[in-house]
């Protein structure tokens, strides 16, 4: 499945809060990753429009802050759901077919690895062990544990969180 652009949803208020943050932190040495840290703690994620900020603000090239956020796993370039899916692909559960809970749960949410409901109640990503190889397959939401998952049980648990 296809992971849709979700729209950009930045208040003034971040705007205000993120420029200051900027101001505090532009001369210290090595100021763009704490910039870059605090950005994604005010928007939760950190798209295009708030990296093009930073870079107006810093006068950085978009291109080094984009290379750093997509180099370093703390960033997100998504927005992530109140309520994270992961589903383990790991040997075990996938031989005990967590391979169509996935789908099943990207069929339902209408996203795919990586995406975010329009309405950002659910993200979904996969994983690889979560070290619960007993319990296969398992799926999390939040720190939820759901063990012995099956795609018709996809539905119940959703419903938990919506």
Do not use: W
Request: net charge negative; with cysteine; proline share 4%.
């Amino acid at each position: 499945m296809e992971t849709k652009k979700i729209a950009f949803l930045g208040t003034a208020e971040q705007e205000a809060e993120l420029l200051a943050a900027i101001d505090d932190m532009r001369n210290l040495p090595g100021a763009l990753m704490p910039v870059m840290q605090k950005a994604q703690e005010i928007y939760g994620y950190l798209p295009i429009e708030v990296q093009e900020i930073i870079s107006d603000a810093m006068d950085v090239p978009i291109e080094k802050i984009y290379g750093i956020a997509t180099f370093y796993a703390q960033f997100n370039l998504e927005p992530k759901g109140k309520h994270q899916i992961s589903v383990c692909l790991g040997t075990a559960c996938y031989v005990k077919g967590s391979q169509l809970i996935f789908d099943e749960i990207s069929k339902q949410l209408g996203i795919g690895e990586g995406g975010c409901t329009d309405d950002r109640n659910f993200s979904l990503s996969s994983c690889r062990c979560v070290g619960a190889c007993g319990l296969a397959p398992v799926m999390l939401v939040d720190d939820d544990v759901y063990s012995q998952m099956t795609p018709g049980r996809v539905e119940e648990v959703l419903a938990k969180y919506a």
